[in-house]
């Protein structure tokens, strides 16, 4: 098996077990998404950090540690995937996964909206007209919903956000979850212990499997940032532009077929309009990359003196 061919399995695992989350939280209850996301951020440190020692990282910890801007970034970075974490997990748990998968079938062309307004890159056309179409199906959704899809639009704009920051920060997968998960390790245990003594927490009391199963979400976290990670480094990055549709399409399938949330003529039109946005985002893209590859292998013709 070649590497490219590899570095496709790593990434179709990795958005493959990102969208079976919707089959995971549940299994939870009675805990809700503040417990979750205390435990999930508190036992990704530990996983996190044994990684971190097994794979020989601890000099780039160390280094991000003294570094203030990164340092500044990552913090940053780790409020806001908070956010993304709390705001995934009461969707899923309150029967809006419909919603949530809407969150990241967009989440790519905010991401280039952002890229625009923050770091003032330039679009290219078709990928503005993908952008409008996006517009005209978050109006139609917002009048098949009676309101804005604020869990969509959240998980949209804070996905987006984390990524700028990462990127802005530079660093390696593991060393950047470690230093995230450190950084809100302590309101995370502050958040925990705050639910057990005030009644609302659920650690206790409810078994040894529902202790596993939180205790759980530290390896259902990082796994799949370790495939991603591999993949990363073997495919290209229209590959993994690709195969990032793979987690919303089975949240949505989770939410229809088997969670069985509403899906009334409206909110179907409203997510085809969606789906054709992505579908010529993505065409543009390959398109795109294709030309710059046919610049770059193609020798400039030579002229005669």
């Not at 990032?244 to 949240?251: F, G, K, T």
Request: charged share 10%; glycine share 8%.
């Amino acid at each position: 098996m070649n590497e490219q061919r590899r570095g496709v399995m790593f990434g179709a695992a990795a958005y493959i077990m990102w969208g079976a989350f919707p089959l995971y939280f549940p299994l939870m209850e009675p805990a809700g998404a503040w417990e979750i996301l205390g435990h999930r951020i508190l036992w990704s440190l530990v996983v996190a950090g044994a990684l971190v020692l097994i794979v020989g990282r601890r000099q780039q910890v160390a280094a991000i540690l003294r570094d203030r801007r990164k340092l500044v970034l990552l913090t940053a970075a780790a409020a806001v995937i908070s956010i993304n974490w709390v705001t995934y997990i009461w969707g899923v748990n309150n029967g809006r996964i419909v919603e949530t998968s809407l969150g990241y079938f967009t989440n790519p062309l905010v991401t280039m909206l952002m890229g625009v307004i923050i770091l003032r890159e330039r679009m290219r056309k078709l990928q503005w007209v993908a952008l409008g179409i996006a517009f005209v199906a978050t109006v139609v959704l917002t009048v098949d919903y009676g309101r804005l899809p604020w869990v969509a639009l959240i998980l949209a704009f804070s996905f987006g956000t984390y990524g700028l920051l990462k990127k802005s920060a530079g660093v390696g997968p593991f060393e950047s979850l470690a230093v995230e998960t450190a950084v809100t390790a302590p309101f995370a245990v502050a958040l925990i212990i705050a639910l057990q003594a005030t009644g609302n927490g659920t650690l206790f009391g409810h078994g040894a499997l529902h202790v596993l199963l939180l205790i759980s979400l530290g390896v259902i976290t990082v796994v799949p940032l370790a495939c991603f990670g591999a993949a990363a480094i073997r495919v290209p990055m229209v590959t993994i532009g690709l195969l990032q549709y793979l987690a919303p399409i089975l949240q949505f399938a989770v939410g229809v077929f088997i969670a069985h949330e509403a899906m009334p003529p409206g909110r179907w039109a409203g997510f085809a309009i969606v789906w054709i946005a992505l579908v010529i985002f993505s065409a543009e893209a390959i398109h795109h990359r294709r030309k710059v590859l046919r610049t770059l292998v193609t020798p400039p013709s030579s002229t005669t003196v």
